[in-house]
C-alpha cells in the first residue's frame, strides 16, 4: 500500500481530487467508485471547484456508489442518493443516467444485490475506487466479521456505526438499521482504490490497518491483498504510527 501523508483534511481532499481529475482528464471511458460519509465532502467540493475553474468535464465517466441505507426515499436529506446528488452530480456535468447507486427500496433485495453486481461487471468493473474507513475498520458498509468474499448484500449496521452517522439525523432512533452495500470482493475487483483518512477518530484504525493482521474482524484489512491502494491519511489519523513509518 501507497501511503501518502499529508498535514490535514484540506490537502487530503486536494490531493485525491488531484488524482481523479488527473484519470479523468485523459479522457478514457472510466468507471469511477465512490463514497459517502464525511470523509470525501471536501473532494467532492475541489472537484467541484476544477469541474467550475478548468472544465474538467466528466460525460465519459460512469460512477457507483458503494452503499445506500435501506428505507430511505431518493428525496430524504440522509439517503446517499440525495447526497450523492447535492454534494458532486448536481454541479458537475456528468450524465444523470450513468451514474448508479444501490436501490435502497427495491421491492426484492436479493434481485437488487445480484443486479448491481452484474451491472458493475457488465459494464467494465471500477477503475478506481474511493474509500472512507470506518472506526471498526468498514468498507462501504462491510461490518466486522463480514466475509472477505462477500459480493453485494444487505447489513445490520452496527450500533457504533449508528451512532457515528446519528449526527446527520435528528435522533439515533432515525437512523436506519440496515443498508445495502457492494461487498468485500466487489470491492476488491476494483482495480485501484484510494483510501482517504483524516481526523484522530480515525488513529485507532490506521494502525490496526498499517500493523494489524488481516482478519475479517477488521474487513479493511483485507485491502493489503491488493496490488493498487494509495491511501492519503492526514497527520492526525497518523498520529498514532508516524514513528514507524
Ligand atoms: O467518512 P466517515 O463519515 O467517517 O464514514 C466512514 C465510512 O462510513 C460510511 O459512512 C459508511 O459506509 C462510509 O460512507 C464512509 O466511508
Known amino acids: 500500500m501507497n501511503i501518502i501523508q499529508v498535514t490535514d483534511y484540506k490537502e487530503m481532499s486536494q490531493k485525491a481530487a488531484e488524482v481523479i481529475i488527473h484519470k479523468v482528464k485523459q479522457g478514457n471511458r472510466m468507471n469511477l467508485g465512490l463514497a459517502t460519509g464525511g470523509t470525501p ?9 476544477d469541474h467550475q475553474k478548468n472544465g474538467t468535464s466528466y460525460q465519459h465517466v ?20 440525495y447526497y450523492m446528488a447535492d454534494s458532486l452530480f448536481n454541479h458537475i456535468d456528468i450524465p444523470k443516467f450513468q451514474t448508479y447507486l444501490p436501490n435502497g ?11 448491481y453486481d452484474r451491472l458493475i461487471k457488465a459494464l467494465g468493473g471500477i477503475d478506481l475506487q474511493v474509500l472512507g474507513i ?3 475498520g468498514h468498507i462501504g458498509f462491510n461490518e466486522p466479521g463480514t ?20 449526527r446527520y439525523f435528528n435522533t439515533l432512533d432515525d437512523v436506519p438499521t440496515h443498508a445495502i452495500t457492494m461487498g468485500i470482493s466487489s470491492i476488491m475487483n476494483s482495480k485501484e482504490i484510494l483510501l482517504l483518512v483524516s481526523g484522530e477518530e480515525k488513529a485507532d484504525a490506521m494502525q490496526k ?4 493482521e488481516i482478519s475479517e474482524d477488521f ?5 493489503k491483498r491488493h496490488s493498487h491502494v494509495t491511501i492519503i491519511a492526514d497527520q492526525k489519523a497518523l498520529s498514532g504510527v508516524l514513528v514507524s513509518l
Not at 474487513?219 to 485491502?223: D, E, F, G, M, T
Open 134 to 136: 470506518g472506526q471498526n
Open 62 to 81: 460512469t460512477t457507483f456508489n458503494l452503499d445506500e441505507y435501506i428505507g430511505l426515499k431518493e428525496q430524504d436529506p440522509n439517503s446517499y442518493y
Open 41 to 49: 465532502k471536501g473532494l467532492y467540493e475541489a472537484m467541484i471547484e
Open 105 to 115: 427500496l427495491a421491492d426484492d433485495y436479493n434481485h437488487e444485490c445480484e443486479h
Open 209 to 212: 490497518l498499517l500493523h494489524g
Open 219 to 223: 474487513p479493511a484489512s483485507v485491502l
Open 147 to 166: 466475509p472477505f468474499q462477500s459480493s453485494t448484500h444487505i447489513v445490520t449496521l452496527e450500533e457504533s456505526t449508528r451512532e457515528a452517522n446519528a
